[in-house]
Nanobody, 126 residues
Framework: QVQLVESGGGLVQAGGSLKLSCAAS????????MGWFRQAAGNEREFVAAIVANGANTYYANSVKGRFTISRDNAKNTVYLQMNSLKPEDTAVYYC???????????????????WGQGTQVTVSS
């Protein structure tokens, strides 16, 4: 069993930056795809970014390309999401997720991910 705990959310002005962290415990996630999703009020949960096991390849939703960067430190069993140039439409609960069945085939659908954190709130004011 693995536990995922997000941190780093908060209130930020438009144009600002935040860095989210996802700390995994219980077992190593170094061989798994890791992803970030978000869910805004009144919307379905949507894909944000994902990273392969060794960190060599990443994939982003079009809405965040050029602004967000996903990374991982397998020695720390942790994944990060650096968010720059934040917009009010980025306001959402952000979730860390793990796809334990794959190492190098990224998926954007929520049902591919087996483990989820509790989420951290990001609010961007205008």
């Amino acid at each position: 069993q693995v536990q995922l705990v997000e941190s780093g959310g908060g209130l930020v002005q438009a144009g600002g930056s935040l860095k989210l962290s996802c700390a995994a415990s219980g077992r190593t996630v170094s061989s798994w795809i890791m992803g970030w999703f978000r869910q805004a009020a009144g919307n379905e949960r949507e894909f944000v970014a994902a990273i392969v096991a060794n960190g060599a390849n990443t994939y982003y939703a079009n809405s965040v390309k050029g602004r967000f960067t996903i990374s991982r430190d397998n020695a720390k069993n942790t994944v990060y999401l650096q968010m720059n140039s934040l917009k009010p439409e980025d306001t959402a609960v952000y979730y860390c997720a793990a796809d334990h069945q794959h190492s190098y085939f990224i998926a954007t659908r929520t049902d591919r991910y087996d483990y989820w954190g509790q989420g951290t709130q990001v609010t961007v004011s205008s």
